[in-house]
């Protein structure tokens, strides 16, 4: 290793070390905080009735600090993202309840455009189809993140969000359960969300995005067609590449007309030729060359409205077409790919930087520009510029695998 990989080695140990040893917020402190806080809702006008029989009564949760500062020591595989999310038992269940809850769904699809399929597979991805919304008091949580020093700004605005929902009367303090971060209900809305796109849909007067199966459907629908959701488009296909493929053509920031794909020779996933459209596409590999290829649609960018991660997208997707009857992918993401421990991403993006190949601020997380990059460097390799850190772009960066699994 060069000495300013070791430099840098030894500076995001201290740093991480620093950020884990990071004095604590105690309980004076914490209770000052929730003072100001106070001031500011009644300032903003929230009830003093919420302000002094929830906001006062919120309590630090050390350990809401904790699972902010925490970050996933090693990276996800495509495989093991899907996999895990996109099973057998999630997609029956998912078939179950689309057949049990049609007559609703379709009523929210033709009110706001959005399939039945998609709202069953945000409702799986999120919580499971409601098995688990969480079990930590949003109030504590929001208080406690709003009193910490690393994102208190925005963790003070959703607290003050989550009041004005109880000011509403949309839910009992106590009921108010969800997420470490303080996403609620069904579809895990945070406050914010919540206030600007939930909806009362069964009539009772309040927006219940707990109790109420038609409230959490049509909230969901409602955000989304919010974001910009393309009726009558899907969110994209699995694809098929042909022999030789200029995969530097990849990536969201490149869109083409899918007459344009079909010209570069790429066809459906069976073979079948894609459409004459002019629909405008991008083209994802997000296990390399070895995995599976898709076409992604607007209607894929308003997922990521939802979730910023492109493996959350694709979950998504694929899991709604699997909801709504489709099969299995033609090709399975290869489960061999190498997990990388967040150093060594660090390590990758520092090296591909000094080598002139813009992989972004060294953060440790392989997202699109740290893949751009590594399609730069294998094209200079003369190696199939796929944008996948396999081991042999690891091998001829140089990066240390002794840590990987």
């Known amino acids: ?40 809702a009644n300032d903003e006008g929230i009830s003093r009735t919420v302000i002094d029989n929830s906001l006062a009564q919120a309590r630090l949760n050390p350990r809401v600090i904790e699972l902010d500062r925490r970050q996933p020591e090693f990276t996800t595989t495509f495989a093991d993202y899907l996999n895990r999310r996109v099973d057998t038992q999630r997609i029956e269940r998912g078939r179950m309840l689309l057949e049990r809850h049609r007559p609703l769904l379709e009523r929210v699809a033709g009110e706001y455009g959005i399939p039945a399929q998609y709202l069953v597979s945000f409702w799986g991805l999120e919580t499971n189809y409601g098995s688990y919304f969480g079990r930590m008091p949003v109030l504590d949580s929001l208080a406690t993140l709003a009193c910490d020093t690393r994102r208190t700004d925005y963790f003070t605005g959703e607290l003050l969000d989550a009041l004005r929902i109880l000011d509403e009367g949309a839910i009992s303090p106590e009921r108010m359960e969800g997420s470490w971060a303080g996403a609620m209900g069904h579809v895990q809305f945070m406050p914010s969300v919540f206030l600007q796109y939930a909806v009362d849909y069964d009539g009772t007067g309040r927006r219940d995005l707990w109790g109420s199966l038609p409230d959490a459907m049509a909230s969901a629908a409602n955000f989304l067609r919010a974001l910009g959701w393309q009726p009558g488009v899907r969110w994209g296909r699995e694809v098929m590449l042909p022999e030789g493929f200029p995969y530097l053509e990849a990536g969201l920031t490149n869109r083409r007309p899918l007459t344009e794909w079909r010209e570069l020779g790429i066809s459906n996933a069976d073979g079948t030729p894609l459409p004459q459209a002019d629909l405008p596409a991008a083209l994802l590999v997000p296990a390399g060359h070895q995995g599976p290829a898709f076409l992604v649609y607007q209607n894929f960018d308003v997922i990521m409205g939802w979730n910023r991660s492109e493996f959350y997208a694709l979950a998504v997707g694929h899991l709604a077409d699997r909801i709504a009857g489709a099969a299995a992918l033609q090709q399975s993401p290869p489960e061999d790919a190498p997990r990388l421990h967040r150093d060594q991403v660090i390590e990758l993006q520092t090296t591909l930087n000094e080598k002139g190949h813009d992989a972004g601020e060294a953060d440790g997380i392989l997202g699109p520009a740290t893949r751009a990059a590594i399609s730069r460097f294998q094209d200079q390799q003369d190696m199939i510029a796929d944008g996948f850190p396999s081991l042999e772009v690891l091998q001829k960066l140089g990066v240390n695998l002794e840590e990987s699994e």
């Open 1 to 40: 290793m060069t000495p300013g990989k070791t430099l840098l080695t030894s500076l995001v140990l201290v740093l991480s070390g620093a950020a884990a040893n990071a004095q604590a917020l105690t309980n004076e402190e914490f209770s000052t905080c929730i003072a100001q806080l106070s001031t500011r």
